[in-house]
Protein backbone atom coordinates (compact mmCIF):
# COMPACT_ATOMS: atom_id res chain seq x y z
CA UNK A 1 0.00 0.00 0.00
CA UNK A 2 3.24 2.46 0.62
CA UNK A 3 4.76 1.32 -2.41
CA UNK A 4 1.72 1.99 -4.48
CA UNK A 5 1.23 5.37 -2.12
CA UNK A 6 4.54 6.19 -2.77
CA UNK A 7 4.85 5.64 -6.57
CA UNK A 8 1.65 7.60 -6.96
CA UNK A 9 3.77 10.75 -5.23
CA UNK A 10 6.86 10.08 -7.25
CA UNK A 11 5.29 9.45 -10.98
CA UNK A 12 4.89 12.32 -13.54
CA UNK A 13 2.02 11.53 -14.27
CA UNK A 14 0.41 15.23 -13.48
CA UNK A 15 -3.26 13.72 -13.40
CA UNK A 16 -2.37 11.46 -10.29
CA UNK A 17 -0.40 14.67 -8.94
CA UNK A 18 -3.60 16.46 -9.48
CA UNK A 19 -5.74 13.93 -7.78
CA UNK A 20 -3.74 13.75 -4.83
CA UNK A 21 -3.52 17.41 -4.43
CA UNK A 22 -7.13 17.80 -4.30
CA UNK A 23 -7.29 14.77 -2.20
CA UNK A 24 -5.39 16.34 0.18
CA UNK A 25 -6.94 19.50 0.03
CA UNK A 26 -10.47 18.14 0.56
CA UNK A 27 -8.94 16.41 4.25
CA UNK A 28 -7.50 19.45 5.02
CA UNK A 29 -10.88 21.01 4.59
CA UNK A 30 -13.15 18.00 6.15
CA UNK A 31 -10.60 18.24 8.95
CA UNK A 32 -10.59 21.97 9.56
CA UNK A 33 -14.41 22.44 9.68
CA UNK A 34 -14.89 19.48 12.33
CA UNK A 35 -12.78 20.94 14.00
CA UNK A 36 -13.92 24.22 13.66
CA UNK A 37 -17.10 23.25 14.80
CA UNK A 38 -15.93 20.97 17.83
CA UNK A 39 -14.34 23.60 18.93
CA UNK A 40 -18.01 26.15 18.24
CA UNK A 41 -19.24 23.72 20.17
CA UNK A 42 -17.15 23.61 23.16
CA UNK A 43 -17.07 27.29 23.51
CA UNK A 44 -20.87 27.73 23.13
CA UNK A 45 -21.27 25.23 25.88
CA UNK A 46 -18.57 26.53 28.70
CA UNK A 47 -17.30 29.71 27.75
CA UNK A 48 -19.73 31.68 26.16
CA UNK A 49 -21.47 34.03 29.02
CA UNK A 50 -25.37 33.14 29.02
CA UNK A 51 -27.52 35.11 26.48
CA UNK A 52 -29.40 37.80 27.99
CA UNK A 53 -33.84 38.33 27.82
CA UNK A 54 -33.55 41.84 28.02
CA UNK A 55 -34.40 41.90 24.27
CA UNK A 56 -37.22 39.43 24.64
CA UNK A 57 -38.55 42.02 27.18
CA UNK A 58 -37.46 40.17 30.36
CA UNK A 59 -37.81 42.53 33.72
CA UNK A 60 -40.29 45.13 31.55
CA UNK A 61 -43.61 43.59 31.97
CA UNK A 62 -43.43 40.72 29.02
CA UNK A 63 -44.93 37.53 29.47
CA UNK A 64 -44.10 34.17 28.08
CA UNK A 65 -46.93 31.20 27.49
CA UNK A 66 -45.53 27.73 28.51
CA UNK A 67 -47.70 24.74 27.88
CA UNK A 68 -46.91 21.61 29.67
CA UNK A 69 -45.81 23.73 32.16
CA UNK A 70 -47.81 21.97 35.76
CA UNK A 71 -44.34 19.31 35.66
CA UNK A 72 -40.75 18.19 34.86
CA UNK A 73 -39.38 21.05 31.59
CA UNK A 74 -42.08 22.80 31.55
CA UNK A 75 -42.65 24.01 34.96
CA UNK A 76 -38.59 24.50 34.78
CA UNK A 77 -39.29 26.81 31.77
CA UNK A 78 -41.89 28.67 34.13
CA UNK A 79 -39.65 29.11 36.53
CA UNK A 80 -36.51 29.72 35.25
CA UNK A 81 -38.19 32.41 32.88
CA UNK A 82 -39.70 34.39 35.98
CA UNK A 83 -36.68 34.44 37.08
CA UNK A 84 -35.54 36.20 34.17
CA UNK A 85 -37.98 39.01 34.78
CA UNK A 86 -41.22 37.31 32.78
CA UNK A 87 -44.68 37.26 33.74
CA UNK A 88 -46.47 33.63 32.96
CA UNK A 89 -49.25 32.03 31.07
CA UNK A 90 -49.22 28.69 32.53
CA UNK A 91 -51.11 26.23 30.03
CA UNK A 92 -51.35 22.68 30.85
CA UNK A 93 -53.62 19.87 31.41
CA UNK A 94 -54.26 19.65 35.50
CA UNK A 95 -55.09 22.76 37.03
CA UNK A 96 -54.74 21.93 40.50
CA UNK A 97 -50.79 21.49 39.31
CA UNK A 98 -50.62 24.64 37.88
CA UNK A 99 -52.23 26.93 40.33
CA UNK A 100 -49.27 25.10 42.92
CA UNK A 101 -46.23 25.93 40.01
CA UNK A 102 -48.83 29.96 39.74
CA UNK A 103 -48.75 30.47 43.54
CA UNK A 104 -44.65 29.59 43.59
CA UNK A 105 -44.01 32.09 41.00
CA UNK A 106 -45.68 34.26 42.17
CA UNK A 107 -44.54 34.51 45.97
CA UNK A 108 -40.78 33.82 44.72
CA UNK A 109 -40.51 35.76 42.05
CA UNK A 110 -43.29 38.21 42.54
CA UNK A 111 -44.59 38.09 38.92
CA UNK A 112 -47.98 37.79 37.58
CA UNK A 113 -49.10 34.59 36.14
CA UNK A 114 -52.27 32.98 34.25
CA UNK A 115 -53.38 29.56 34.10
CA UNK A 116 -55.29 27.60 31.24
CA UNK A 117 -56.28 24.47 31.94
CA UNK A 118 -57.28 21.77 29.39
CA UNK A 119 -56.81 18.41 27.85
CA UNK A 120 -54.56 19.27 25.08
CA UNK A 121 -54.90 15.21 23.57
CA UNK A 122 -58.19 16.49 22.25
CA UNK A 123 -57.68 19.16 19.98
CA UNK A 124 -61.11 20.73 21.17
CA UNK A 125 -61.50 23.96 19.20
CA UNK A 126 -63.22 25.48 22.35
CA UNK A 127 -59.49 24.88 24.20
CA UNK A 128 -58.29 27.50 21.78
CA UNK A 129 -60.91 30.32 22.05
CA UNK A 130 -59.65 30.18 25.64
CA UNK A 131 -56.62 30.44 25.53
CA UNK A 132 -56.79 33.58 23.19
CA UNK A 133 -59.28 34.92 25.73
CA UNK A 134 -56.25 34.46 28.46
CA UNK A 135 -53.73 36.23 26.00
CA UNK A 136 -55.83 39.06 25.48
CA UNK A 137 -54.26 42.37 26.29
CA UNK A 138 -51.32 41.02 27.53
CA UNK A 139 -47.83 42.05 25.63
CA UNK A 140 -46.45 38.31 25.22
CA UNK A 141 -43.08 38.06 23.89
CA UNK A 142 -42.10 34.32 24.25
CA UNK A 143 -43.98 31.02 23.72
CA UNK A 144 -42.42 27.51 24.69
CA UNK A 145 -44.09 24.62 22.29
CA UNK A 146 -43.20 21.99 25.56
CA UNK A 147 -46.39 19.83 25.86
CA UNK A 148 -45.37 16.40 24.57
CA UNK A 149 -45.80 12.83 25.00
CA UNK A 150 -44.29 9.47 24.19
CA UNK A 151 -44.85 6.09 24.38
CA UNK A 152 -45.84 4.56 27.73
CA UNK A 153 -43.15 1.77 26.40
CA UNK A 154 -41.24 1.14 23.15
CA UNK A 155 -43.48 -0.58 20.85
CA UNK A 156 -43.25 -2.27 17.22
CA UNK A 157 -45.22 0.19 15.33
CA UNK A 158 -47.99 -2.77 14.54
CA UNK A 159 -48.60 -3.57 18.08
CA UNK A 160 -48.95 0.35 18.91
CA UNK A 161 -52.79 0.92 19.84
CA UNK A 162 -54.44 3.41 17.45
CA UNK A 163 -55.76 5.37 20.79
CA UNK A 164 -51.82 5.73 21.27
CA UNK A 165 -50.51 6.92 17.79
CA UNK A 166 -53.81 9.66 17.41
CA UNK A 167 -52.29 10.68 21.32
CA UNK A 168 -49.08 11.26 20.42
CA UNK A 169 -49.81 12.97 16.95
CA UNK A 170 -52.18 15.06 18.27
CA UNK A 171 -50.22 16.40 21.08
CA UNK A 172 -46.97 16.37 20.00
CA UNK A 173 -48.06 18.48 16.07
CA UNK A 174 -51.35 19.23 15.90
CA UNK A 175 -51.84 20.70 19.11
CA UNK A 176 -48.97 22.40 18.94
CA UNK A 177 -49.29 23.93 15.65
CA UNK A 178 -52.77 25.21 16.80
CA UNK A 179 -51.52 26.82 19.67
CA UNK A 180 -48.95 28.93 17.82
CA UNK A 181 -51.60 29.48 15.87
CA UNK A 182 -53.24 31.72 18.47
CA UNK A 183 -49.82 32.87 20.67
CA UNK A 184 -47.61 33.72 17.64
CA UNK A 185 -49.54 36.55 15.97
CA UNK A 186 -49.90 38.17 19.39
CA UNK A 187 -45.90 37.89 19.74
CA UNK A 188 -45.47 39.50 16.00
CA UNK A 189 -47.47 42.33 16.77
CA UNK A 190 -45.92 43.00 20.58
CA UNK A 191 -42.23 42.67 19.00
CA UNK A 192 -40.30 44.77 16.15
CA UNK A 193 -40.02 48.63 16.11
CA UNK A 194 -42.48 50.15 17.74
CA UNK A 195 -41.21 48.00 20.60
CA UNK A 196 -37.91 47.72 20.34
CA UNK A 197 -38.13 44.09 21.41
CA UNK A 198 -37.79 40.37 19.82
CA UNK A 199 -39.82 37.69 20.30
CA UNK A 200 -38.97 33.76 20.87
CA UNK A 201 -40.94 30.69 20.10
CA UNK A 202 -38.98 27.68 21.52
CA UNK A 203 -40.12 23.96 21.00
CA UNK A 204 -38.97 20.63 22.23
CA UNK A 205 -37.60 18.42 20.13
CA UNK A 206 -36.08 14.85 20.81
CA UNK A 207 -32.68 12.53 20.13
CA UNK A 208 -35.97 10.42 18.53
CA UNK A 209 -36.37 13.02 16.14
CA UNK A 210 -32.89 13.59 15.41
CA UNK A 211 -32.65 9.73 15.00
CA UNK A 212 -34.86 7.45 13.48
CA UNK A 213 -36.01 5.46 16.48
CA UNK A 214 -37.09 1.84 16.07
CA UNK A 215 -39.69 0.60 18.84
CA UNK A 216 -40.53 4.65 19.28
CA UNK A 217 -41.92 5.04 15.54
CA UNK A 218 -44.55 7.69 15.87
CA UNK A 219 -42.97 9.56 18.89
CA UNK A 220 -39.75 9.42 16.26
CA UNK A 221 -41.87 11.04 13.43
CA UNK A 222 -43.94 13.32 15.53
CA UNK A 223 -40.59 15.13 16.90
CA UNK A 224 -38.85 14.71 13.00
CA UNK A 225 -41.84 16.69 11.80
CA UNK A 226 -41.37 19.63 14.45
CA UNK A 227 -37.58 20.31 13.08
CA UNK A 228 -38.70 20.84 9.82
CA UNK A 229 -41.69 22.76 11.17
CA UNK A 230 -40.05 24.91 13.52
CA UNK A 231 -36.97 25.42 11.19
CA UNK A 232 -39.19 26.77 7.80
CA UNK A 233 -40.93 29.06 10.57
CA UNK A 234 -37.86 30.28 12.01
CA UNK A 235 -37.48 31.40 8.14
CA UNK A 236 -40.91 33.31 8.08
CA UNK A 237 -41.07 34.64 11.39
CA UNK A 238 -37.59 36.51 10.84
CA UNK A 239 -37.72 39.38 9.69
CA UNK A 240 -40.92 40.12 11.97
CA UNK A 241 -38.29 40.14 14.61
CA UNK A 242 -39.17 36.56 16.50
CA UNK A 243 -36.12 34.06 17.00
CA UNK A 244 -37.50 30.78 16.71
CA UNK A 245 -35.94 27.51 17.47
CA UNK A 246 -36.08 23.71 17.86
CA UNK A 247 -34.62 22.50 21.24
CA UNK A 248 -33.10 18.98 20.71
CA UNK A 249 -32.80 17.12 24.07
CA UNK A 250 -31.60 13.53 24.87
CA UNK A 251 -33.00 12.10 28.22
CA UNK A 252 -33.70 14.18 31.52
CA UNK A 253 -35.17 13.03 34.52
CA UNK A 254 -38.99 13.22 34.16
CA UNK A 255 -42.53 11.65 34.61
CA UNK A 256 -42.27 10.86 30.72
CA UNK A 257 -38.47 9.38 30.77
CA UNK A 258 -39.40 7.31 33.92
CA UNK A 259 -35.95 8.01 34.95
CA UNK A 260 -35.30 9.64 38.53
CA UNK A 261 -31.75 9.65 39.12
CA UNK A 262 -29.74 12.37 37.01
CA UNK A 263 -26.09 11.94 35.71
CA UNK A 264 -23.76 13.39 33.66
CA UNK A 265 -25.86 12.52 30.49
CA UNK A 266 -28.86 12.52 32.41
CA UNK A 267 -29.51 15.95 33.48
CA UNK A 268 -32.41 16.90 35.57
CA UNK A 269 -35.51 19.38 34.16
CA UNK A 270 -33.77 22.34 36.20
CA UNK A 271 -29.81 22.21 34.66
CA UNK A 272 -31.31 20.87 31.19
CA UNK A 273 -33.53 24.43 31.27
CA UNK A 274 -30.97 26.81 32.70
CA UNK A 275 -28.71 25.09 29.36
CA UNK A 276 -31.21 26.05 27.13
CA UNK A 277 -32.09 29.48 28.69
CA UNK A 278 -28.45 30.21 28.61
CA UNK A 279 -27.78 29.13 24.78
CA UNK A 280 -30.96 30.50 23.10
CA UNK A 281 -29.80 31.37 19.72
CA UNK A 282 -26.54 29.25 19.89
CA UNK A 283 -26.72 26.17 17.94
CA UNK A 284 -24.10 24.31 20.87
CA UNK A 285 -24.42 20.36 19.34
CA UNK A 286 -26.62 21.11 16.77
CA UNK A 287 -23.86 22.59 14.69
CA UNK A 288 -25.37 22.25 11.18
CA UNK A 289 -28.31 22.96 11.89
CA UNK A 290 -30.24 26.26 11.23
CA UNK A 291 -32.58 27.22 13.96
CA UNK A 292 -31.63 24.74 16.12
CA UNK A 293 -29.96 24.12 19.59
CA UNK A 294 -28.70 20.55 21.20
CA UNK A 295 -27.86 22.85 24.65
CA UNK A 296 -27.04 20.55 27.42
CA UNK A 297 -22.98 20.00 27.27
CA UNK A 298 -23.32 16.03 27.04
CA UNK A 299 -26.34 15.99 24.65
CA UNK A 300 -24.61 18.56 22.33
CA UNK A 301 -21.51 16.01 22.39
CA UNK A 302 -23.11 13.40 21.57
CA UNK A 303 -25.29 15.09 19.19
CA UNK A 304 -22.37 15.95 17.34
CA UNK A 305 -20.21 12.79 17.37
CA UNK A 306 -23.52 10.78 15.81
CA UNK A 307 -23.68 13.40 13.23
CA UNK A 308 -20.09 13.30 12.24
CA UNK A 309 -19.21 9.62 12.72
CA UNK A 310 -21.99 6.66 11.60
CA UNK A 311 -24.77 9.67 10.73
CA UNK A 312 -27.75 10.00 11.99
CA UNK A 313 -29.66 7.91 9.24
CA UNK A 314 -26.99 5.20 9.53
CA UNK A 315 -27.56 1.41 9.82
CA UNK A 316 -25.59 1.15 12.63
CA UNK A 317 -27.24 3.75 14.75
CA UNK A 318 -30.50 2.60 13.63
CA UNK A 319 -29.58 -1.28 14.94
CA UNK A 320 -27.90 -0.02 18.17
CA UNK A 321 -31.48 1.69 19.19
CA UNK A 322 -33.32 -0.82 17.97
CA UNK A 323 -31.43 -2.97 20.10
CA UNK A 324 -31.63 -0.29 23.08
CA UNK A 325 -35.50 -0.08 22.84
CA UNK A 326 -35.95 -4.00 22.81
CA UNK A 327 -34.09 -4.26 25.80
CA UNK A 328 -36.56 -1.49 27.33
CA UNK A 329 -39.16 -3.02 26.06
CA UNK A 330 -38.18 -6.10 27.44
CA UNK A 331 -38.08 -5.04 31.12
CA UNK A 332 -41.12 -2.93 31.00
CA UNK A 333 -43.21 -6.13 30.21
CA UNK A 334 -40.96 -8.08 32.83
CA UNK A 335 -41.57 -4.93 35.32
CA UNK A 336 -45.38 -4.75 34.54
CA UNK A 337 -45.84 -8.57 35.40
CA UNK A 338 -44.52 -8.33 38.17
CA UNK A 339 -46.93 -5.64 39.34
CA UNK A 340 -50.11 -7.47 37.74
CA UNK A 341 -48.62 -10.86 39.79
CA UNK A 342 -48.59 -9.00 42.92
CA UNK A 343 -51.50 -6.97 42.03
CA UNK A 344 -53.28 -10.56 42.02
CA UNK A 345 -52.02 -12.11 45.14
CA UNK A 346 -53.40 -8.72 46.71
CA UNK A 347 -56.70 -9.02 45.85
CA UNK A 348 -56.39 -12.82 46.73
CA UNK A 349 -55.23 -12.56 50.05
N1 LIG B 1 -37.86 13.88 29.58
C1 LIG B 1 -37.12 13.53 28.54
O1 LIG B 1 -36.26 12.64 28.64
C2 LIG B 1 -37.29 14.23 27.23
C3 LIG B 1 -36.34 14.03 26.23
C4 LIG B 1 -36.48 14.68 25.00
C5 LIG B 1 -37.56 15.52 24.79
N2 LIG B 1 -38.49 15.68 25.78
C6 LIG B 1 -39.64 16.54 25.48
O2 LIG B 1 -39.78 17.53 26.50
C7 LIG B 1 -41.15 17.87 26.66
C8 LIG B 1 -41.52 17.79 28.14
O3 LIG B 1 -41.27 16.48 28.61
P1 LIG B 1 -41.20 16.13 30.18
O4 LIG B 1 -40.28 14.98 30.29
O5 LIG B 1 -40.96 17.33 30.99
O6 LIG B 1 -42.70 15.59 30.43
P2 LIG B 1 -43.52 15.44 31.77
O7 LIG B 1 -42.62 15.60 32.97
O8 LIG B 1 -44.28 14.20 31.65
O9 LIG B 1 -44.49 16.73 31.76
C9 LIG B 1 -45.39 16.85 30.72
C10 LIG B 1 -46.22 18.12 30.89
O10 LIG B 1 -47.17 18.12 29.83
C11 LIG B 1 -48.48 18.13 30.38
N3 LIG B 1 -49.37 17.27 29.62
C12 LIG B 1 -49.22 15.96 29.37
N4 LIG B 1 -50.29 15.51 28.69
C13 LIG B 1 -51.10 16.58 28.52
C14 LIG B 1 -52.35 16.75 27.89
N5 LIG B 1 -53.00 15.72 27.33
N6 LIG B 1 -52.91 17.97 27.90
C15 LIG B 1 -52.29 19.02 28.47
N7 LIG B 1 -51.11 18.91 29.09
C16 LIG B 1 -50.52 17.70 29.11
C17 LIG B 1 -48.33 17.57 31.75
O11 LIG B 1 -49.45 18.01 32.52
P3 LIG B 1 -49.98 17.21 33.82
O12 LIG B 1 -49.21 17.78 34.94
O13 LIG B 1 -51.40 17.47 33.90
O14 LIG B 1 -49.64 15.76 33.60
C18 LIG B 1 -47.00 18.17 32.17
O15 LIG B 1 -47.16 19.49 32.59
C19 LIG B 1 -41.94 16.91 25.77
O16 LIG B 1 -42.26 17.55 24.56
C20 LIG B 1 -40.96 15.78 25.50
O17 LIG B 1 -41.21 15.14 24.29
C21 LIG B 1 -38.38 15.07 26.97
Not at 10 to 19: I, L, P, Q, Y
Not at 129 to 142: F, M, N, R, Y
Not at 184 to 198: D, Q
Amino acid sequence: MLDLFESFCNCDCSVVKGFLLAAFAVGVFKITTLVLSLGTLLVQAYVLPAVSFAKYGGGKGAWAVITGASDGIGKEYALQLAERGFNIVLVSRTQAKLELVAAEIEGKYKRQTRVVAFDAAEDAPENYAVLAKALEGLPVTILVNNVGQSHAIPVPFLDTSEEEMMRIVTLNNIVTMKITRVVAPVIVANVGKATKLRGLILTMGSFAGLVPSPLLCVYSGSKAFLQNWSTSLAGELKPDGVDVELVISYLVTSAMSKIRRASFTIPNPHRFVASTLRNVGRRVGAQERYATVTPYPAHALMHWGIENSAGVYSKIVNKINFVMHTTIRARALKKAARAAAADTAKKQS
